[in-house]
């Protein structure tokens, strides 16, 4: 049996395509997927992001536990709602997964964690606060639902469609967040668009849902949230890195703390490990669609593709590929689709941001 | 779901329609895009190529996956529609217009061998379940 968030009823009324993601009854897409995507990029989409889990540290020493559990540096943290991007490694260096930490209090941090982790997460966390803090809660909020409105008229239609909302959102910088009421209301997102995640009570989701709907935010499936989060060169957790790959070898060393003095779970093992990969972005000369395991050929060696897609904005094949170290930017490698070997340019990532092509400026 | 009833079907879900000329014009059917969703890349067969009837012989891909495309019938291919090479996307809108590449027939008794518009609705319903 399927797990179903508190939108699952809106999403059937839009004629969702609903899919099992993690065990989670979703919505892939409302009809286009490449029509959602373009509504993010050009206007305003909103997303259920229900299925991911608010897990709230709480207690003294909260900070303590966190330094010594996240790869990132939670001292970057000092202003009441700051966000930070970190990966939680275990001893050996490996991704247990990545997440978003918020710091509210000294005694309150909450971390938003992907869906198919969320149990191994907790099961970690409660192992890892028994041995550094016993005193500390791990309380996972399983009653919130999560929606995520993102794109160049998502503020603007956040506000319209929650009147109250625009006097204390607005001044938010990006990677901040606030409480209002019952809300908690993020200026984060996974598409490279400006816009909020907004955690509130599972009842009152659906109500919000509507009032969004009626200023013009289309519903957005999983699916356009895959190529917009490619597209905007974040990693998701699965593919690009998992429990058999470090940071270093995942595009992620910029979240990895390595200079401070602090100590944490898996540094040892960061120190102590060769890094032999790197991940690259790659955009297919040839005309054709990227996927994941593809076998990338480099005059290094091979590599292979840990996500690929049709990118919409781009109108081209666009990739996130390991290969080994020395493969740079602007190198043409070979990328084994089907039985063809076609021709991929070594690329910066991001490719897309804020609605435009990097790759073209 | 639309399954023209003039036309011919296979399990793969590929639809067939014989031409005033005596070719036979390929494509994928309403419900093999649907299932399929947004089409970003064709790769059709090239022209004067020999098929076998069930050879894989063009590709389809959408954001979500690629799908083979298998030969109806044996042939040699005489057409390919180029359109589709720039505008994949009129399989999604235009399933049954958007033809995608055209054999002549090496027998055209083979199209009395594939399935009716009812045999393919009651092979739809069946892999749903």
Known sequence: MLKQTPLNARHREANAKLVDFSGWEMPIHYGSQIEEHHAVRNDAGMFDVSHMLPVDIKGEGARAFLRQLLANNVDKLQTTGKALYSCMLHEGGGVVDDLIV???????????VNAGCAEKDIAWMETQRDRYAPGLQILPCRDLAMIAIQGPNAAKKFWQSLPGSEGPTHLMKPFTAIVIGTMFVARTGYTGEDGFEIMLPARAAPYMWQAMLEAGVKPIGLGARDTLRLEAGMNLFGQDMDERVTPLESGLAWTVDLKSERDFIGKDALLRLPVSRQLVGLVLEDRGVLRSHQKVFTAQGEGEVTSGTFSPTLNCGIALARVPVGVEQGDTVAVEIRDKRLQARVVKYPFVRNGKNLLTG | M????????TKSHE?????ADGMVAVGITDHAQELLGDM???????????LAAGEECAVVESVKAASDVYAPIAGEVVAVNDALESSPDLLNKDPYGAWMFKVRPADAGDLAGLMDAAAYQAHVDAEAH
Not at chain 2, 2 to 9: E, T, V
Not at chain 2, 15 to 19: M, Y
């Open chain 2, 2 to 9: 639309s399954i023209p009833a003039d036309l011919k079907y």
């Open chain 2, 15 to 19: 639809w067939v329609r014989l031409e």
């Open chain 2, 40 to 50: 970003v890349f064709v790769e059709n067969p090239v022209l004067g190529r020999v």
């Open chain 1, 102 to 112: 918020y710091f509210m209090t000294e005694t309150w941090f909450r971390m938003v």
